[in-house]
């Protein structure tokens, strides 16, 4: 009969990510996000700045997401590997994304109202939230904080659908509600704009982070 060791079942666990751990502080981390956007826009000169690539405070506060994860789950296995991924390399996919849906934007912005506005307003949030979601993921693989299984691709996949078409939606469909970039110009709509692009968008990644982590990986 084997023995049971109750030690070394309770260091296991604290080893392995948990789905509902991981979820609800990466939840947190999103909700802390839109809180520290709304601020730094709040206190920015002229918030329509923000837009500019790279420089706005919608990237250089992507850290934030993870942090409160990274705080809980430091006895966890593979929690340097989740520093580094939350630190720098969703920052780096935040960039990328950005930049990738700012060109877009950048090149086909009409100069005067146009009929097909809510499609290229949706095409330029769903570029940019493709381009995360699959930087985003596949980096989790690289790192080894997912397996890369059938499994895993059959989730990633499914999650760069849904963030593609929820990144196109808040984009769009916040341009619609708030109309921020009308004149004359209003920083309460331009805020809520943001958050419509990025809180909704937040929230379903640290879903499908959570559920891709809490797949054992290779050690």
Known sequence: MTAVDPLGQAHARRRRV????????LLI?????????AIALLLYPDPKDALAPVVGPSLYLTPLFGLPYLFTSARQRGWLRRVFYFMLMLSFS?????????????????????PSDYARDFATGAIGGFAGSALAFSLLVWIRLAPLTRATRAIILL??????????????????????????????????????????WQVALAFFLAWLMRLRPSA
């Open 29 to 37: 981390g999103a909700v802390v996000y839109a809180v520290a956007l």
């Open 18 to 25: 948990r789905f509902w751990h991981a979820f609800v502080w």
């Open 94 to 114: 935040h960039i990328v994304a950005n930049n990738l849906a700012w060109r877009y934007g950048v090149v086909n912005f009409p100069l005067e109202p146009d």
């Open 159 to 200: 999650g760069i659908a849904l963030l593609t078409l929820l990144a196109g939606f808040g984009m769009a469909h916040g341009l619609l509600m708030t109309q921020a970039l009308e004149m004359p110009f209003k920083p309460s709509r331009f805020i809520f704009w943001f958050e419509c692009v990025h809180l909704p």
